[in-house]
């Protein structure tokens, strides 16, 4: 007489899509979508108390806690802040000085990494290294020299006085970034083009270029966000309010009328919608130049 021995039967995993065992909480997604809830919270709750306050009139402001919806609006507010802060006029230099400065500082600073990435020369990298040394610089030590040069050059309180520092202090750091991503491109890209007869400045312009797009779109925002808000060069440069940037306007708004919170805080809150456009337009290729790098293709 046989006797059969049971084996018991073990039922395979069942497994989600991402290879997790069904049943079991995801600790690190649920941890990340909490950091994420709490930081898109801590960036969404001023915007919000900016534009609520915005809209409201003084005794509402005064009367009403800060973050409830106003019962009239008041887009007054809105026109009083354009008509008091002369906003028409300080955005417009603001825009003129980063239209001009922003993409002329990239085109200097890819054709500069792109000579020090491909051109081999005695001391190369000790000027990489100057370069870098002058991207950590901070401005406030060249305040009181640059009023001097600037005084002596006739170009104290002018738009053209200012873009050219704006240009000497934003450039080092863009060679510095562009350096290296210019040095990820393969050389066979530009040996293959030169074999069909291309110039080294059709290869710059026609293929080094558009490869950089990403890194180029991520540093054209931060460029502009900075040359937007810059303060420091401005006030020490600036004289007349017919030249006043945004970020003099604002300082000059909330000291003449900081008790006006309605105007004060539509001004300020409409001095930060271009930089918001401008984020949304190169959004995409943003997020690309900041991961440019991380994955080894």
Do not use: C
């Not at 970020?247 to 909330?254: D, E, G, H």
């Amino acid at each position: 007489m046989s006797s059969a021995i049971a084996t018991p039967v073990i039922a395979p995993e069942i497994l989600t899509p991402a290879g997790k065992r069904r049943g079991r909480p995801d600790y690190v997604g649920i941890g990340l979508w909490i950091s994420l809830g709490i930081t898109a919270l801590l960036w969404f709750v001023p915007l919000y108390l900016m534009f609520v306050t915005s809209v409201k009139s003084k005794p509402e402001i005064n009367t009403t806690p800060q973050w409830s919806l106003p019962t009239t609006w008041e887009w007054g507010n809105y026109a009083s802040a354009i008509d008091t802060g002369d906003l028409w006029v300080t955005a417009g230099n603001s825009l003129l000085v980063a239209a001009i400065k922003v993409p002329l500082g990239l085109l200097i600073a890819a054709a500069a990494a792109y000579a020090l990435a491909r051109i081999r020369f005695r001391y190369g990298r000790t000027l990489l290294a100057v370069i870098a040394v002058g991207s950590m610089v901070p401005v406030q030590i060249g305040l009181g020299p640059l009023f001097s040069t600037m005084l002596n050059l006739g170009l104290l309180d002018s738009l053209g006085g200012l873009i050219l520092p704006y240009l000497a202090f934003g450039i080092p750091y863009q060679i510095f970034v562009l350096y290296g991503f210019f040095r990820g491109i393969p050389d066979e890209l530009e040996e293959s083009a030169r074999i069909d007869g291309a110039s080294t400045f059709r290869i710059f312009w026609q293929i080094i270029l558009p490869l950089a797009k990403p890194a180029l779109a991520a540093l054209f925002v931060l460029d502009f966000v900075a040359t937007w808000n810059e303060y420091a060069m401005a006030t020490t440069l600036l004289r007349s309010q017919d030249h006043w940037t945004v970020p003099l306007a604002v300082q000059s708004f909330s000291t003449q009328h900081g008790t006006d919170y309605g105007p004060m805080n539509a001004f300020i809150f409409m001095s930060a919608i271009p930089v918001l456009i401008i984020y949304l337009l190169f959004q995409r290729y943003f997020v690309q130049g900041a991961l440019a790098g991380a994955v080894k293709g």
